[in-house]
């Protein structure tokens, strides 16, 4: 298959696929009689692991010394890659539905017994704001670098901070839902603009996100009913769509570095 078909069949972008030929992680071998790269099955099958390993959170090089180690495509070789990939998610999806859950209800513990009256903080956030939630969340992850450095951030924060918070916050969700709205793919400019929109309410505020770790949120959004239900409280298929932009805005970050 040519490039453009590559990514229209894998999800994977035009640019990324370039960006992967340049490195050398996903070189197809065989060119057309016009010079077109075409990626044979076996290149399709190294793609695969590279998109698997990259969504969950490795670099680059490491996913590079990874796929070089497993043994060649098909048969026995294909499941052990599939079975380490496997492997791999059964070892994060419970260290990161927690860190989730922690991070984003940092944002509500971190107001409670700083400037924000309990009347404030139900004026800016709803009926949402869970004092339970907020308690287990600091209980279990109390001692991690993105609580600490929220907790850092926010200290200071006061009323019109939070404000400019919940506006940052309410704008990145009106950009997504305007882009659902008007059926733009998820990885399209103004799709992934929204995403990267709401990437920078975070890293701005409250502790630093990349585009790698903000993958990982994005695929919290739709495995955890909690976020799910904010999200698709705005929209119908919000979360989803959102989790999709996400991922297409990690790729374009990645590519650019």
Partial sequence: MTVGETAEATGVTVRTLHHYDRIGLVTPQARSSAGYRLYSDADLDRLQQVVAYRRLGMSLEDIA??????????????RRALERQRDLIEERLTELTRL???????????????????????????????????????ERWGDTEAWAESRRRTKGYGKSEWEQIKADTDRANEQIAAALDAGLPADSEQAMDAAEAARLVIDTWFYPLDGEFHRC?????????????????????????????????????????
């Fill in 65 to 78: 010394a990874v796929v070089d180690a497993e043994p060649g495509s098909g048969g026995a070789g294909t």
């Fill in 100 to 138: 989730l859950a922690a991070v984003d209800t940092a944002l509500e513990a971190d107001m409670k017994g700083h400037q924000l009256s309990p009347d404030e903080q139900k004026e800016l956030f709803g009926n949402g704001f869970n004092d339970d939630y907020a308690e287990e969340a600091q």
């Fill in 217 to 257: 949120l994005g695929d919290m959004y739709v495995q955890d009913p909690r976020f799910t239900k904010t999200y698709d409280d705005v929209r119908p298929g919000l979360a989803a769509y959102l989790r999709d932009a996400i991922h297409a805005n990690a790729d374009r970050l990645a590519a650019r570095n």
